[in-house]
Nanobody, 118 residues
Framework: QLQLVESGGGLVQPGGSLRLSCGAS????????MGWLRQAPGKQREFVAQ???????NYAESVEGRFTISRDNAKNTVYLQMNSLKPEDTAVYYC????????????WGQGTQVTVSS
């Protein structure tokens, strides 16, 4: 059964760091692109970062240079290292997966809340 479980969120001051994790089960993890998306209050869900099956990474312009996505296929886990956090990074963060020619899956995990505030 497909399951995505995000963790690692919390409250952090501006300029701080967090590392998010997402464990995936019920899929052949190594065959999929993995990604992080986020949804801030009152806004639509938006793309944050993606890592392909050959470890190529892509980032939203707003997080480029501050966030790093990585994956561990042996653990079926994708990570998001977030540095130099800003208040505008406050959102619920979700992981997801897709094939190269597909969009993100319609099934989502519970997400993990990230709040950046002094």
């Amino acid at each position: 059964q497909l399951q995505l479980v995000e963790s690692g969120g919390g409250l952090v001051q501006p300029g701080g760091s967090l590392r998010l994790s997402c464990g995936a089960s019920g899929i052949s993890f190594s065959l999929y692109y993995m990604g992080w998306l986020r949804q801030a209050p009152g806004k639509q869900r938006e793309f944050v970062a993606q890592i392909t099956t050959d470890y190529t990474t892509n980032y939203a312009e707003s997080v480029e240079g501050r966030f790093t996505i990585s994956r561990d296929n042996a653990k079926n886990t994708v990570y998001l290292q977030m540095n130099s956090l800003k208040p505008e990074d406050t959102a619920v963060y979700y992981c997801n997966f897709r094939r190269p020619t597909q969009t993100w899956q319609s099934k989502w995990g519970q997400g993990t809340q990230v709040t950046v505030s002094s």
